[in-house]
């Protein structure tokens, strides 16, 4: 059975850093790319960050470029999500996925219906 645990969430002030960890579990995804998204109360899930399996290609939407930074240890089977100057507005549950397929494309890993696997979440919230 796969899974996807998330950690590392919590609270911090404005302009701090956390570090997001998903572990993955009963497959590796050392050949998939991963991905992580978050949601806020009311608001829509939105794309965070993606990697490709290889860890050679990272995406990331336009609110976090620049201070978020995705990377993977296959050798752990586990993901990163690096956030930094972190906002009021990052506050969200952060979900990790994983895609069984090997699609690579940005327009696809973008977009949340595509991944296979998902992670229970781990709450951000950023005070100001």
């Known amino acids: 059975q796969v899974q996807l645990v998330e950690s590392g969430g919590g609270l911090v002030q404005a302009g701090g850093s956390l570090r997001l960890s998903c572990a993955a579990s009963?497959?590796?995804?050392?050949?998939?790319?991963m991905g992580w998204f978050r949601q806020a109360p009311g608001k829509e899930r939105e794309f965070v960050a993606a990697?490709?399996?290889?860890?050679?290609?990272?995406y990331y939407g336009d609110s976090v470029k620049g201070r978020f930074t995705i990377s993977r240890d296959n050798g752990k089977n586990t993901v990163y999500l690096q956030m930094n100057s972190l906002k009021p507005e990052d506050t969200a549950v952060y979900s990790c996925?994983?895609?069984?397929?090997?699609?690579?494309?940005?327009?696809?890993?973008?977009?949340?219906?595509?991944?296979?696997?998902w992670g229970q979440g781990t709450q951000v919230t950023v005070s100001s």
């Open positions: 990697i490709t399996g290889s860890g050679g290609s990272t």
């Open positions: 996925a994983a895609d069984r397929k090997y699609y690579t494309a940005t327009y696809y890993l973008r977009q949340s219906m595509n991944y296979d696997y």
């Open positions: 009963g497959r590796t995804f050392s050949n998939n790319a």
